[in-house]
């Protein structure tokens, strides 16, 4: 259409170009002939006419934490988020040759992605063991970091009680691609693969309705369960809020009691029939995890990808979102970490740091920006949190500075009393208390552990931190750079691969060195970016 537009916008325009020289040429053959060559030889030549593509990639916008004085609000609470799917997301984005946007980039994912060397628990009571240490911030020689690591109790593949899962797969038309339905059935083949006698699996698909595809079959029928994925094609709108209520319904019918009960949703996110109301969505399955069945998303796909709904959900659902750009991604989180993934060992798990305002002034929560809690809701039962599976490890980063540093970012106030006549407190020796709340898988009632953090804690020369310090220090600076960086004061790309590089240590897998060339990566793009900056 837009090319015969063209055609006869040109055909037009020689017609009045005709006309001028006839009145101006007296009727001149050659007047005439010489007018059109001259506007044909302007023309373009013809061309097939593509549409501009358009990027509806959904992100929910997040403000990066502020620095805040002890003195003020001494009280920090959030809960632990065990999502990896932003940092699979990033890593897509760049290796396509951009830099992400600043809200596809949620820094607790990218560094949660990583697993860290802390000691494992030797029982389920409590279920996951608290590490803590404290060392210079790299970026900044006046303040300290806080590194928080959380291991849960790990349970080999072989022990994991009987799973009950539901694939939920969206074969709507926008699917329709190598990267989202075409990696969505390998990825779940390989989780196949994992699965016995004992387990159950089913298949619903939506796109303009939900329909069951496989009912409840044994998981070491996987012949059956493969051709019922091979035969999934793409093809109309997506009716995703159809397809969770069905999916659930199948869940509860197939519902295995003290075994692993799981809705899997594979998707792009790009719901557009139905229940597509966000908030709606999420109140729906916030209601069905009561009934002891959880959710765990898997994204796929570009362009359109809404990874605000995918990883909300996970979150309402009691489970985890995981972004498969890859097939090696799908091996990492549905089969090296399959117990990890499917069996929770604690739920609602939130953190609460009350620091001491006689030796630390300010503070500043590194991520978890969507996962903060009000201090009330710290010891509120019936507040969600998130979930550990077995084997996870959970990091969390503080930045402090001292009282008396040059670390402080916050000016003092006029009228607040600087007085220090009051009594020195018993625990004078504290830079704060750690407090974690957690409840039992099958548990209603939370359990409270303690544990004060000493000055005398503290690590004194970078150099002299553990391997793991180093590493999610060198993630957390570079999730923040992808942001923006508005904290790392001059620390460069540069500065950030060199950390890394120095704290790869141990890495089997090779995750490790791919964040090093993905810093590499972001150091070229960043630099060819301000260079087209400064050119235009």
Known sequence: MFQKVIMLFSLLASLWLVSCVQMRAHNSPAAIGAAIDSLTSMLPMPTSYLPPVINRENYAHLEANPTKKVSEQPVSTFSIDIDTGSYANVRRILNQGSLPPHDAVRVEEMINYFDYDYPPPQSLEPPFSVNTEIGPTPWNKNTYLLHIGIKGYDIPKAQLPPVNLVFLVDVSGSMESPDKLDLLKSALKLLTQQLTAQDRVSLVVYAGAAGLVLGPTPGNERNQINAALERLTAGGSTNGGEGIQLAYAVAQQAFISKGINRVLLATDGDFNVGIVDFAALKDFVTEKRKTGIALTTLGFGTGNYNDALMEQLA??????????????????????????????????????????????????????????????????DKVDAGEIGAGHTVTALYEIALVGSQGQRIEGLRYQSTSTTQPVPVHENELALLRLRYKTPDGENSKLLESPLNQQAIIRTLT???????????????????????????????????LAQSARGYDPFGYRSELINLVNLARSLNTQSLNMTLTQ
């Open 464 to 498: 002299a931190t553990s391997e793991q310090f180093r590493f999610a220090a060198a993630v957390a600076a570079f999730g923040q750079q992808l942001r923006g960086g508005t904290y790392l004061e001059q620390f460069s790309y540069d500065d950030i691969l060199n």
């Open 315 to 380: 979150d309402a659902g009691n489970g985890n979102y995981a972004y498969i750009d890859t097939l090696n991604e799908a091996q990492k989180v549905l089969v090296d970490e399959i117990s990890s993934t499917l069996q929770v060992i604690a739920k609602d798990v939130k953190i609460q740091l009350e620091f001491n305002p006689q030796n630390v002034a300010e503070y500043r929560l590194i991520g978890y920006e969507n996962r903060l809690l009000n201090r009330e809701d710290f010891s509120n």
